[in-house]
């Protein structure tokens, strides 16, 4: 089961992506493509061209997983013509993604910290 963990960075991968690649296509795209370490504690999401199909790709301890969600009306909210390849979100953001938010229109507030009072 994949676990959303606040320790992992995720990796949100803005151009779509041919999904007949399974695990060996997608682990290419990240270690050949992006020169990124595909063994590391991360998430790299990936979306199809219609947008209605989100995979997710991640290292766990001795294996690879590969998570997918599709969705049956709508379509998933992805970054418009952005200069990178590779944007890296939160795991929050990640959650609000797959529920359905468009993170990008709207972004949440930004956290302010203080040295003092």
Known sequence: MMQ???????????????????????????????????????????????RRRIKILYWQRNGFCLWMKRLERDRFSWPNRHRETMLELSTQELQWLLDGFDIWRQPPHQSLIYASV
């Open 4 to 50: 959303l963990d606040k320790q992992v960075t995720v990796y949100l991968h803005c151009e779509p992506v041919d999904f007949r690649k399974q695990i060996n296509g997608l682990s290419a795209i990240v270690q050949e493509g992006l020169g990124m370490d595909v063994f590391s504690p991360a998430f790299y999401v990936f979306v199809n061209r219609t």
